[in-house]
């Protein structure tokens, strides 16, 4: 029979009847975003006034504790309810000891953000990584890095983060065993309020580079295989979890985000438990650099990266795009 303009073929189904106007879409969306579900990274340094761009991650900064404060208090008049802190030290040392100073960067920012945002809800990243002189996740003993050692040190880290008024802390070391050890340490002192938020699946990515330089974190050797997650393993990364969560994680996190939207969707479905992904530096920093040569659209190319974490079962996304996005989405 030929097709002429007038032809018609009877089709039970016609997906197009629902893409046919704005209005018709968004009444059959099946994912939305929006602000309150952005956790927004700081990297909180020393000193007064300090805005020290990273120059792998336009528009992330480097910023000392008023700066801080200031960008937090523009954050949540986006919308978005929560922070997670990093800290670049004033001292490293081969025991990551300034990770536990009550003065450090961190501590500090914690006081300042709950006094001034009483209602921000304030995370804390615990890990070694950013404090020892060698840049390692935990002590190194032997070539190792020693796994029980390391827990005290970031038990210690978690437990002065909860005294400076931390919501949350989050372990993101990858040590065996320290999500119920942070857990024990933090009911024995009347921090049982306190949530965990554990890096549960995190694997030993490329795309954490930026972030490295934004944290001064790199390793001066080795590399991070022996704590760090295989990137070829999904059924580890569901051990991994459940694990957590019988340490007593509350929120479990998947990380990076893109690359792993497959383990972020069986964990979500799996556990049914509050879940965060981390869109990482390096995912950020490929989409600001592709937009910068004019070859992606870079709202559309975010919005449409950061609704697929949502879509793969992601509770709080962590994203260095918190605010770009919730300023597009009010
Ligand atoms: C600390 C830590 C890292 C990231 C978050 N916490 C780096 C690493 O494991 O080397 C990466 C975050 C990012 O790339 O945005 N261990």
Redesign the pocket.
């Known amino acids: 029979m030929p097709h002429t303009a007038a032809s018609t073929l009877s089709i039970l189904h016609r997906g197009r009847r629902l893409r046919r106007s704005a209005g018709i879409r968004s009444l059959v969306r099946e994912t939305r975003l929006s602000p309150d579900m952005f956790l927004y990274?700081l990297f909180v340094c020393p000193g007064e006034g300090v805005r020290r761009e990273v120059p792998s991650m336009p528009g992330v900064s480097q910023l000392s504790v008023d700066q801080a404060v200031a960008e937090a208090g523009a954050a949540r008049a986006d919308g978005i309810r929560g922070v997670l802190l990093?800290g670049l030290p004033a001292y490293k040392d081969d025991l990551g000891s300034a990770a536990y100073d009550p003065d450090a960067p961190v501590q500090a920012a914690v006081r300042a953000l709950k006094a001034a945002h009483p209602d921000l809800v304030v995370f804390t990243?615990v890990?070694l990584?950013?404090y020892t002189s060698h840049g390692h996740?935990g002590l190194v003993i032997d070539g190792e890095i020693a796994n029980d050692p390391s827990v005290e040190q970031l038990v210690r880290t978690a437990v002065s983060q909860a005294a400076a008024g931390a919501d949350v802390v989050s372990p993101?070391?990858m040590m065996d065993g320290r999500v119920a050890a942070i857990r024990h340490a933090l009911d024995e002192r009347g921090f049982e309020q306190v949530a965990i938020m554990s890096?549960a699946a995190?694997y030993c990515s490329a795309?954490?580079g930026?972030?490295?330089e934004a944290?001064a974190?790199a390793p001066s050797f080795g590399d991070?295989r022996s704590h760090?997650m295989d990137p070829a393993n999904v059924e580890e990364a569901l051990r991994e979890v459940r694990q957590d969560i019988d340490e007593g994680a509350d929120i479990v996190m998947v990380?990076p985000a893109v690359p792993y939207l497959d383990v972020l969707s069986k964990v979500k479905e799996t556990f049914g438990y509050p879940t965060a992904a981390?869109h990482?530096?390096?995912e950020?920093a490929m989409l600001k650099a592709a937009a910068r040569n004019g070859w992606i659209d870079e709202r559309r190319a975010m919005l449409e990266t950061l609704t697929a974490i949502r879509r793969a079962g992601a509770d709080i996304i962590i994203t260095?795009y918190a605010r770009e996005a919730a300023r597009l989405l009010v």
Do not use: I, L, N, T
Request: proline share 7%.
């Open positions: 990274p990093f990243d890990c990584c950013e996740c993101s070391d890096y995190k795309f954490y930026p972030f490295r944290a974190s991070r760090q990380k981390y990482v530096s390096g950020y260095y």
